[in-house]
Structure formats: structure tokens, C-alpha cells
């Protein structure tokens, strides 16, 4: 009757046991090229950006103008092993596992999404008093970009991608992060995230959720086994 919380572990299995987000499916999410094959397979519905294990492919992209990012690495964070290929910069001798398109975007959220509802919101915003090094195409916090609670209002089509996303991992929850394009009025989703950060606000919806799922759990094997033994 235990339940194991899984935040992002993708090797360890315990046979028997009720999990919130199976291990294998945690793998394929962990892995950015899984992930693009899974979103890719069978019509899914899930906007994503175009992508290719060609450097063949990725460099025809790069010659008709369009901004690349390569991956040096499909398990990372933060910008890690990621090179961004503009149509101006020569394109890279060496080969890359992965190699996406760039797709412009207007706002980039993080959509936390639970049994598939969505739980929380937040949009990636720069801070002001930020100074460093930036890379335009990249936002995430070591270039200075924080996540925001506050006026947070998504298009509808944003936490439809997030929901989407992760029902076709086959995951119980996952942070989503979502681009919003204006000019094409499209949500396009770049990644899932099976062990994301949080605090304050979004540690609290989660707290919420988790006791609430467990307590109907509870409630179910009360009822099976009051059952059984009656």
C-alpha cells in the first residue's frame, strides 16, 4: 500500500509498488530526442519544434536562414552542451545527437500539470538588475531569466500543449515548458520536466495535490478491502 513519489529518477525500480511517474517512462522524458520521437509518433497533437539526428538535414536549415540548436547532450539543463547555430556563423564541423529550429517566440512558460490538471503557471520573465552574458535564443536562469507568477495569463492553447505532453509521456506529472508564438498563434512544447524546482507558491500547489491524490487513494484500498472482507 506504499506509493513512491518519483521526482525524476529513471533508473530504479521497485516491482510492485504504485508510483507517480514510472521510471521508465521518467527515461523517456529525461531524454530530449526520446521525447521528440514519442511527441512525433502517430499524429500526437503536440506542437514541437522540427528536429533531426542529420547534420545533413540540420545544415540545409541553417543554409535557407533559419537559426539551429544543436545538442551536444540529450540528459541536461540550464543551456548545458547546447550550441546555437545562426544563419550569419559558420555551421560546426563537428556532429551533434540532436539539432532543432529555432522557433521565435513571444513568451515561454513553465505549465506544472498533476493527473492532468493543471496545477500551476509561471512565465519565464528577465530580471532587471540582471548583468552577465546572455544568449537571445536561451532563457533560463544563468542568463538571467526567472520564473513569474504574478499577471500570468496564458493562451488557452499553452496549457492545452502541457496537458497533451504529458499524457503522451505517460507521466502522472511534469513541469512543461511552453513557448507562445503571436505570429503564428501557436504553442509549441520544448520540454517536460520530471524533476523540477520548486518553491514558495508551486511547492504549495503541489503539497496540495499530492495529499489530495493520496487521500482518495486511501480512501479506494479502504473501500476495496472493507469489501474483500465483508
Request: with cysteine; proline share 4%.
Amino acid at each position: 500500500d506504499h506509493v513512491i513519489l518519483n521526482w525524476g529518477n529513471s533508473k530504479k525500480y521497485y516491482a510492485g509498488v504504485k508510483y507517480l511517474n514510472i521510471p521508465t517512462q521518467v527515461d523517456i522524458a529525461c531524454d530530449k530526442l526520446k521525447t521528440f520521437q514519442r511527441f512525433d509518433e502517430n499524429e500526437s497533437g503536440v506542437m514541437f519544434p522540427a528536429f533531426t539526428t542529420s547534420r545533413a538535414i540540420a545544415q540545409a536549415w541553417w543554409g535557407s536562414e533559419r537559426t539551429v540548436i544543436a545538442r551536444k547532450l540529450l540528459r541536461a539543463s540550464e543551456g548545458e552542451g547546447i550550441t546555437v547555430i545562426r544563419p550569419e556563423e559558420p555551421f560546426p564541423d563537428m556532429s551533434f545527437p540532436l539539432y532543432t529550429v529555432y522557433v521565435k517566440k513571444m513568451k515561454e512558460y513553465r505549465v506544472h500539470v498533476f493527473q492532468g490538471v493543471v496545477i500551476d503557471v509561471t512565465e519565464k520573465r528577465r530580471k532587471k538588475d540582471f548583468v552577465g552574458d546572455t544568449i537571445p535564443e536561451l532563457r533560463n536562469y544563468k542568463y538571467g531569466w526567472v520564473f513569474c507568477h504574478d499577471d500570468v495569463e496564458p493562451h488557452p492553447n499553452v496549457t492545452r500543449q502541457a496537458k497533451l505532453a504529458v499524457k503522451l509521456l505517460g507521466l502522472d506529472f511534469g513541469a512543461v515548458d511552453v513557448i507562445w508564438n503571436e505570429h503564428k498563434e501557436k504553442a509549441f512544447v520544448l520540454e517536460v520536466n520530471t524533476a523540477p524546482g520548486v518553491e514558495g507558491q508551486t511547492l504549495e500547489k503541489y503539497t496540495q495535490a499530492i495529499s489530495t491524490y493520496l487521500q482518495k487513494l486511501e480512501q479506494t484500498w479502504n473501500s476495496n478491502t472493507n469489501g474483500a472482507s465483508s
